[in-house]
């Protein structure tokens, strides 16, 4: 069994920045590729970013390229999503969702596609104007 717990969201002005943090106990989180999805008021689920079990590769939504980045640190059981320059079209529950990526039945359209074997609960973040 596998938690996600995500923090980090909260109310920012246009402009600002917000990190978010998803912390995933136990000894599977270096096998599992990591993603962040949103979902704003009236869409549906949008991938925002991912990355893969270690570190080496990164993808980007592209309404967020150039402004969010994804990380991990392993030792930690981590994976942040450092979000820059904030625009009110950003407003959404961001979720945090863990994929097992080491064997023959992963491939990179699996987290581009939010097919994800575990899911967070979610964080709200809210950009003003």
């Known amino acids: 069994q596998v938690q996600l717990a995500e923090s980090g969201g909260g109310l920012v002005q246009t402009g600002g920045s917000l990190s978010l943090s998803c912390a995933t106990p136990?000894?599977?989180?270096?096998?599992?590729?990591m993603g962040w999805f949103r979902r704003a008021p009236g869409k549906e689920r949008e991938f925002v970013a991912g990355?893969?079990?270690?570190?080496?590769?990164?993808y980007y939504g592209d309404s967020v390229k150039g402004r969010f980045t994804i990380s991990r640190d392993n030792a930690k059981n981590t994976v942040y999503l450092q979000m820059n320059n904030l625009k009110p079209e950003d407003t959404a529950v961001y979720y945090c969702?863990?994929?097992?990526?080491?064997?023959?039945?992963?491939?990179?359209?699996?987290?581009?596609?939010?097919?994800?074997?575990?899911w967070g609960k979610g964080t709200t973040v809210t950009v003003s104007s």
């Open positions: 969702a863990a994929r097992y990526s080491l064997g023959v039945d992963y491939n990179e359209n699996d987290l581009l596609n939010g097919d994800m074997d575990y």
């Open positions: 136990g000894r599977a989180f270096t096998t599992f590729a």
């Open positions: 990355i893969t079990w270690n570190g080496a590769t990164t």
